[in-house]
């Protein structure tokens, strides 16, 4: 993620990197323009081992969920889930993705609001 000034705060950059797993060289990283800020908490390949998506919480920038091509490492896709995103996992056959998410939990009338939202999104176009 680099420097941050708080973890909590999910300020650092939104970074995926990938080495050589013999040699520990850096091989690739989230391409300039691509990122925003914030903490990135979930990675998960897509069955087909050609895409992943990378989610967290969303700091400053347009997106806290993405979609990107692991050969080339472009973002394909991003959007701003509106809350905050700690798991996601795609089905074996690669036709759902789910997310785990969190909203801020508020103490409204003596009582805590629900703040664990699980959402599942039909994927296409992704191939097998």
Do not use: Y
Request: hydrophobic share 40%; proline share 2%; glycine share 12%.
């Amino acid at each position: 993620m680099g420097p941050m000034r708080d973890p909590m705060a999910g300020n650092g950059v939104q970074r995926w990197q990938f080495f050589d797993w013999k040699t520990g060289k850096k091989l690739d990283q989230t391409h300039e323009g691509e990122s925003g800020q914030g903490l990135m908490e979930a990675l998960a390949f897509h069955p087909n081992g050609k895409h992943f998506v990378m989610a967290g919480r969303l700091f400053q920038g347009t997106w806290n969920l993405a979609l990107f091509e692991a050969a080339s490492g472009r973002n394909l896709f991003s959007i701003d889930a509106k809350h905050r995103i700690t798991d996601a996992r795609f089905s074996a056959d690669g036709q759902r993705l789910f997310l785990a998410k969190a909203r801020q939990q508020e103490l409204k009338n003596g009582r805590w609001n629900e703040f664990g939202l699980i959402e599942i999104h039909t994927v296409t176009g992704l191939g097998a």
